[in-house]
């Protein structure tokens, strides 16, 4: 039974990663870190958690847990991170975006290339049980040679973006991006915030692969509703997977499985999928603990190739221009779009 924590507790996220342990198999949630006292001790009385630290430092060097989930704004993800390798942590569970722009993310990618810390991003939605028995009908074939791949959310690229990336290539794995073309609108989400999670208010982009396959995603106001007359925000991510037979399509709230013209279709209950979903992807970290060749799929690197892909489609709207990939991004691609599109209003 391996050992774990949380830093950053005082975040709503926060106690969908505790309660998960209801459901994790090898792991117990041993101690938690938050710099706010009321809310360590609120947070510790209510999931039982008795060791409680407002340094994380400390937490690290006096419990040594095992895995560490990171429930920080992005722009402290690489000290946590450093930290977590001195202290000899095996592996880290890390809130997405994994980044903010493209200085921080050079200087992850170059931190993981002699980290021997093992780091994962917490994109939970892949482990939710309709997604993983619709993605077993894609990677086994069932629909064909994939041929077209859809995905949309109702939130921008820094909230829910990274989600849809990350779908796209939990479908289709085995796909190499070598080209995007992007759009964005809307300066709102470019305003400074607690959150760090800075992004343009729409983004629309077309991803093209080494084999040919594009993938289309929009997010922001203009994506797709999946439940037309509800008006959170927070409730409509969706992809949509087309073959030379037939089609999967998965909702937060629905799915449907279209082969050689036979549909099958159903619903599910997000909260239910989500507990689940980050109880399993947890899991899967604790085996990579103890099995280096248990890869996690939602390991840092592909995150970062993921990551990647977003700065691209910052620079393709900025520059006018498909941008190769992998991408080189350049400096403050925060503040030229805060200008560029700032001057739009």
Not at 235 to 247: E, L, P, W
Not at 289 to 306: F, K, V, Y
Request: aromatic share 8%.
């Amino acid at each position: 039974m391996y050992k774990c924590a949380i830093i950053g507790v005082s975040g709503g996220r926060a106690a969908g990663l505790a309660e998960a342990y209801a459901h994790v198999q090898k792991g117990r949630l041993a101690a938690v870190s938050t710099r706010t006292e009321e809310n360590l001790h609120a947070f510790g009385e209510r999931f039982g958690v008795a060791a409680r630290y407002s340094d994380y430092r400390q937490m690290l060097a006096r419990e040594k847990p095992d895995l560490v989930h990171v429930n920080t704004p992005p722009d402290v993800r690489l000290e946590v991170f450093a930290a977590a390798e001195a202290a000899g942590v095996p592996a880290v569970l890390v809130e997405k975006p994994v980044a903010i722009q493209g200085e921080d993310w050079r200087a992850i990618r170059d931190f993981a290339d002699g980290a021997k810390v093992k780091i994962a991003v917490n994109h939970q939605l892949h482990f939710h049980p309709r997604r993983q028995r619709l993605q077993d009908v894609v990677h086994d074939g069932k629909i064909g040679a994939v041929q077209f791949i859809e995905a949309s959310c109702g939130m921008n690229l820094a909230y829910q973006g990274t989600h849809t990336l990350q779908a796209i290539n939990g479908f289709y794995p085995e796909g190499e991006p070598m080209r995007v073309l992007g759009q964005v609108a809307g300066a709102n989400g470019l305003s400074d915030t607690p959150h760090k999670h800075f992004a343009p208010d729409q983004s629309m982009a077309s991803i093209e692969y080494a084999d040919g396959l594009r993938a289309h995603f929009v997010s922001g106001p203009f994506a797709r509703r999946v439940l037309p007359n509800d008006e959170r925000i927070n409730v409509h991510k969706r992809i949509a997977v087309y073959g030379t037979r037939g089609y999967v399509n998965w909702t937060m709230w629905s799915w449907e499985i279209g082969i050689d013209g036979q549909i099958e279709r159903g619903e599910h209950a997000y909260p239910d999928e989500d507990i689940l979903g980050q109880a399993a992807m947890t899991d899967a970290l604790l085996d990579w603990i103890g099995d280096d060749s248990a890869l996690h799929p939602l390991n840092l690197q592909l995150a970062l190739r993921d990551f990647n892909i977003l700065l691209g489609v910052y620079t393709s709207a900025l520059e006018h221009r498909p941008v190769e990939l992998p991408y080189a991004p350049g400096d403050d691609l925060v503040g030229k779009l805060r200008a560029a599109l700032s001057q739009r209003r």
